[in-house]
């Protein structure tokens, strides 16, 4: 074989592995998506200034994140209800059709800064209002 025809058979087999990555991707941001009760979320952790994009999933008593841009079919970070408090919000661009806003959460591991279409803020504030009571009420 020569040169020429080896350096067309990897860069074959790259463009290969580049596309089925490609599929791949298109097809868990479509999956994650597509779920009920899905929602789009950028995380910034406190103390940073860069924004990381997201698909959000309600679950069971909890929230999971999954960071955008990753092949990983696992969250990135989960917050449990019963831990999760919204302390401040901040609404960006309050004149368009996107209405943006930023809160921030404390978790015992410390803050979070979330950003989502307000829509999506009403519903994870709902969610988290209509948590069963905590504590011990029944002894």
Partial sequence: ??????????????????????ILFVVRVRRLAHRIGSFECALRPA????WTSGIAVFGVGRVDWYR??????????????????????VHRSPGGADQVSEILCSLPG??????????????????????PPRGDYFV
Avoid: K, N, Q
């Fill in 68 to 89: 955008l841009v990753s092949l990983s079919l696992r969250p990135d970070r989960t917050f449990a209800r019963d831990d999760l408090e919204v302390r401040e919000r």
């Fill in 1 to 22: 074989m020569t040169w020429a025809g080896t350096a067309g058979a990897v860069l074959l087999v790259l463009a290969l592995v580049a596309g089925l990555l490609l």
């Fill in 47 to 50: 103390g940073r200034r860069e």
């Fill in 110 to 131: 410390g803050e979070v800064h979330l950003a989502m279409r307000r829509e999506s803020l009403a519903g994870l504030v709902s969610w988290l209002e209509s948590a």
